[in-house]
Each structure stands twice: as C-alpha cells, then as structure tokens.
C-alpha cells in the first residue's frame, strides 16, 4: 500500500518563499507528482521527479530523494493566486495515482 | 495537455435515485481513465481505473454494485451512483492520463448532493 504525509497547512506572506514536504512509505513506487488545486476546482498538475533531484518549472520547483522517502514543493515569489491546496501523489504502476491528504496554502498581503 | 470535461458540474439528486456523471476526453483517446472521490477538505481517492472495452479495476473498499463505470469508447467514461444515499455526497473528479506516465488531467469535478 501507499501512504504520504504532508503538513495540513502552511501559511506565508506575498513575495516569499514556501516548502512543503512530502515523505512516502510506497511499493512499486517510481515517481512523485505534486498537483494544485483551489477551492472547487480540479487538481493540476504542476511537477514531476522520477529521479533524485531537482525539477524547476517557473516560480516552481520540485526535489526527489528516494534515499530518504522524501520530496518538496518549493514555491517563490509567492503570489495572492497561489492560496490553494498542494498535493503529493505517489506512482506505482501505469499512471496510478496515490494522493497525500493535502496542504492548504495561505498566502496573505 | 489534455482536456477533459465533465457533465454536470453540479447535481443534486432524491435519496434512493441513481446519478450518471460523464467523463469525456476532449483532444486525447484515453484508453484509461480513472474516477476520484473526494470529501470536503480531504484527499483525492482513488475509486476504480476505467480501461475502455473492458470492466473497470475497483479499489478496495469500493463497491462495483454501487458505483457502475461504463467506458464504451476512448473519448467517454461514465459512473453511475445507484440507489445514492446521503453519504455518497461527494465532489466526483475523473481523469486521463497523457502521453507521458508522468501525468494526468483531471475534469473539472461533479459536485453530487444526496437530499
């Protein structure tokens, strides 16, 4: 089975920079994924790793330690837009999708 | 990335009545998709994976009897709730996987009350 822990809540200010973690205890895993998604609406996705390090799209970055059962999101430059839930999913098999509880995002002015 | 729509957004249905959600694939034959369920401030999880012409993979705990998933072509996925009760209340969310084993795109979700 699958489980990934992640804080419940995180709280920043515009402009700043924000992590948040993600470790997993999996079988068959091969990859992590993180996903937004706002009040609402459907999770997108943001970023992948399927190999240890770094992946960064924009003001978003990513990190991957299989050593460790480990990754973050790493958000900059954080915006008013960016108040949203953060999750991370585990894969294992074709596209299966294992979600973490979810992180709900504050950023305040 | 691909589009998926859903149909409706929002349902409110009688206690006891079945409920048909659709899930179509707008740019992409999926020959998987997959249907989440997700309660208010809660995780997404994973109900059963769709596979085009043939019967869906449920998860545990999820009853086949229940929640019918019917995937009859490579564009169209559809769950019916049958016989709905209250605590089937729940944001329904289906999605397909891209090109990459890396990613999946989600409809925008099926709000679904159960009076």
């Known amino acids: 089975g699958q489980s990934l822990e992640q804080p419940s809540e995180v709280t920043a200010v515009e402009g700043a920079i924000v992590q948040i973690n993600c470790t997993y205890q999996?079988?068959?895993?091969?990859?992590l994924s993180w996903y937004q998604q706002h009040d609402g609406g459907a999770p997108t996705f943001l970023s992948y790793n399927g190999l240890d390090g770094l992946e960064e799209t924009g003001r978003f970055s990513s990190f991957l330690s299989r050593s460790d059962s480990y990754g973050y999101l790493l958000l900059q430059e954080l915006q008013m837009k960016d108040s949203a839930s953060y999750f991370c999913?585990?894969?294992?098999?074709?596209?299966?999708?294992?979600f973490g509880k979810g992180t709900m995002l504050l950023v305040s002015p | 990335g691909a589009v998926v729509s859903q149909h409706p957004s929002r349902v409110i249905c009688k206690s006891g009545t079945s409920v048909k959600i659709e899930c179509r694939s707008l740019?992409?034959?999926?020959?998987?998709m997959f249907w989440y369920r997700q309660f208010p401030k809660k995780s997404l999880m994973l109900m059963a994976t769709?596979?085009?012409?043939?019967?869906?993979?449920?998860e545990q705990g999820v009853e086949k009897d229940k929640f019918l998933i019917n995937h009859a072509s490579l564009t169209l996925s559809t769950l019916t709730v049958t016989s709905a009760h209250p605590e089937d209340s729940s944001f329904y969310i289906c999605?397909?996987?891209?090109?990459?084993?890396?990613?999946?795109?989600f409809g925008p979700g099926t709000r679904l009350t159960v009076l």
């Open positions: 999605s397909q996987g891209g090109s990459r084993l890396d990613t999946q795109y």
């Open positions: 999996t079988s068959g895993f091969y990859g």
């Open positions: 769709s596979n085009e012409g043939s019967k869906a993979t449920y």
């Open positions: 999913a585990a894969h294992s098999g074709y596209s299966t999708l294992t």
């Open positions: 740019d992409f034959q999926a020959t998987t």
